[in-house]
């Protein structure tokens, strides 16, 4: 059986901040496209979910002007797409990788193609904030929590009201209350 049979499942992560800015909501059934970039795990800071094994045939790309420092551009074929790399070293050929793929919608390298999927399975991911009294957020969850959804969606942020100044409330009375005797004495009578 040849590679191109083989139909390949990606985990891929989407930056809410992706979703927001192109007001974009994704949906279980949804065909997706985007240029994906792979990340090799990183033990400290890669959620263990999100890791996954590549295997794929490495190309070494020519450089461009949005590579990283010292890393060598890479683009990984997979049988129906395609993953930018910025590998540590010089890479051709087969590979076998273990990382994260995110989607990338800013910039790749010219030609590097977009993959096409369909959306299998959505979990969105959150943190806990609240606000402390030094007004800085604080993660009170103790950590990441998914939740298995049929479509992406952007949760409205708290509203937050501050207690009304007592000082400024009474004051805005007063001058209503200036305002509108300035009016009667005028001979401005007030409409019901």
Known sequence: MGC???DVILTVRVATWELEENGRVLSVGD???????????????TPAQDVQMILGSARPLP?????????????????????????????????EVIGTVCTNNIDAPDGCPETTGVVRRIQMEWRDYVMGSDKSWRDVSGGLRYEEVPATYFPFP??????????????LKRRSRQGASRRLDHGHVPRL
């Not at 060598?72 to 070293?89: C, K, N």
């Not at 100044?165 to 009474?170: G, K, L, M, V, Y």
């Open 4 to 6: 191109e049979d083989i």
């Open 31 to 45: 065909e997706f496209s985007s240029w994906l970039t792979f990340h090799e795990a990183d033990a400290t800071s």
């Open 63 to 95: 450089t461009w002007p949005g590579e990283g420092l010292a890393v060598h551009p890479v683009q990984i074929d997979l049988a129906d797409g395609a993953l930018y790399w910025e590998a540590p070293g010089p890479v051709e050929g087969p590979v």
């Open 158 to 171: 708290p509203i937050e009201i501050d207690e009304p100044d007592p000082e400024a409330e009474a004051d």
